[in-house]
């Protein structure tokens, strides 16, 4: 089985993680900001396009999803909704019948809104969408696992 974990993140921890993350067939693909952005530019206007369910503008290459029999998009939560940039990937790639996990980092704070987002675009998306699991991302970074196997553990 060959999975392919898509994420986005502004923390440099996060990303290392989901970057060197391991597995058999394994796969990963950063969703990148098109502009490079402040915190304060995250704080204010990346919280308020999280809020109102809005894009913001990404880079336009695209991982060639049909290789993959899993996709796992992950994401932070921003004032308890799923990233922008992840807004703006979801809406512009085809997950057609493509078995999707949903993944959320989060801060600690309450999760069950952002899990319901999420799982609303990844079916928007196309995608079939097994389940969407939080990881805090204290016991992430504590954990030093592979954000994948966390993820298909989470979601069994
Ligand atoms: C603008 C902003 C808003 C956030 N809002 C929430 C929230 O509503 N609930 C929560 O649990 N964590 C929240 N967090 C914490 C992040 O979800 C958490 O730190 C995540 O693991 C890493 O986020 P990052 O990739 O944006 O750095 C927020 C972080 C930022 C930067």
Known sequence: MSTLLIYYSED??????CKNTYGHNTDTFE????????????KTIGSYLAITGKNTAIEKNKPDLQQY??????SPIWAQNPAPAVNAF???NNLKSKEV????????G?????????????????????????IPKKSLIENNMSV???ALQKAA
């Open 148 to 150: 994948v196997s966390l």
């Open 12 to 17: 440099e921890q996060i990303r290392d993680l």
């Open 110 to 134: 309450s999760l069950a809104f952002a899990n319901d987002v999420l799982r609303k675009r990844i079916l928007l998306a196309g995608g079939i969408c097994k389940s969407v699991v939080t």
């Open 90 to 92: 979801l809406r512009a």
């Open 31 to 42: 969703i990148r900001e098109y502009f490079d952005r402040s915190p304060a530019y995250v």
């Open 69 to 74: 029999d899993t996709i796992i998009i992950a």
């Open 101 to 108: 996990i949903g993944l959320l980092f989060s801060g600690g």
